[in-house]
């Protein structure tokens, strides 16, 4: 959904965006093809090796951070309020697809590490072997929705004993491959899911940058927004509904709805076949798009 992402984001080739996740640049690639010399880009992303894969252009400021923090820098950039804001949740494929990064379970090498921001802290080495027996419930049940939380748990927590030092993807697969039940490729996903989560604390920073939309936006402009599961499309369906997380719309005196903004075009779009056939994360893609109108 790269053209209908881009079409919606950008209005005028004047146009001040924000790409929130940057990524391998694919959609600023885009972005910046319909900005004039006028137009301009900030594009963030907290992973290192996204920053390593820009290429300096004009109209292209780009800011290793979390997106949690993008008010801040539009402050510093002396630019408040912009046209467009684009954010392409979760995590590229380039990071997928780095055996040493943890984040895929298909390689079964490494260490579970799975930090966008090689920089933080947790890694889900450390949730793993950290965490109480409760707290690995409510991640397992709350980001993966894994039907057996209770019992993975309780088997990680007695697993734990023989671990030393960083948990490897190898021997986390392993347990899981004692627990899983109905479909292993789903039910490993969702318990990488679920630590991906955690670890990044993904709802969280989406809740922050979600909240600072409204202000950064001026009337008129767009907030465009891909996501890749109910969790975080929740969120940014309520907001775009109600202006509010929560989902419930603040009402003046006459009973009006008081949403700040204004549906654009379906409810949500999902990728076509071939766009599924070329990238299978595509498959749960959901697209909305909302205007600021007051
Ligand atoms: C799905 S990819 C974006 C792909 C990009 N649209 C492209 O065309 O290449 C998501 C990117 O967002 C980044 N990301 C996820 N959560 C973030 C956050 N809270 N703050 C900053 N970057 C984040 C990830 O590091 C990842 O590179």
Redesign the pocket.
């Known amino acids: 959904m ?1 053209s209908e992402c881009v079409e919606a984001l950008v209005q005028s080739s004047s146009s001040v965006v924000v ?10 690639k885009e972005i910046l093809k319909k900005l004039d010399s006028d137009g301009k880009l900030y594009a ?4 290192l090796d ?1 920053k390593n894969q820009v290429v300096g252009h004009r109209n292209l400021k780009f800011s290793l ?4 923090h993008f008010g801040r820098w539009l402050k510093f950039y002396g630019d408040e309020q912009v046209d467009g804001i684009f954010a ?5 494929s380039w ?1 997928i697809d780095a055996a040493q990064r943890g984040f895929a379970f298909r390689f079964n090498d490494g260490v579970l590490d799975m930090r ?1 921001n090689n920089d933080s802290q947790l890694t889900a080495s450390d949730v793993v072997l950290h965490y109480s027996y409760q707290d690995l419930v409510a991640v397992m049940s709350e980001y993966g929705e894994v039907r057996n939380s209770k019992s993975l748990a309780s088997s990680i927590v007695d697993a734990r004993v023989k671990w030393k030092g960083e948990v490897q993807v190898s021997q986390f697969n392993a347990l899981l491959d004692r627990k899983y039940i109905g479909d292993k490729n789903r039910y490993f996903s969702q318990v990488y899911q679920a630590l991906r989560i955690e670890v ?1 604390d ?1 709802i969280g ?2 809740k922050e ?1 979600l909240q600072q939309v409204e202000k950064h936006l001026k009337i008129g402009g767009v907030l465009v927004v ?1 996501t890749y599961h109910s969790l975080e499309d929740k969120l940014v369906k309520n907001l775009m509904k109600s202006g509010s997380l929560d989902g419930k719309e603040e009402k003046n005196d006459f009973g009006q709805g008081l949403s700040p903004f204004k549906r654009v075009g379906p409810k949500f779009r999902v990728a076509s076949e071939v766009e599924i056939e070329e990238n299978n994360r595509a498959r749960s893609a959901k697209l909305r798009v909302v205007e600021k109108i007051k």
């Open positions: 790269l790409d929130l996740t940057f990524g391998g640049g694919g959609h600023s963030f992303d907290q992973d996204a951070s979390n997106f949690r392409d949740l979760g995590v590229s990071q966008m990044n993904e920073a989406l940058m891909l």
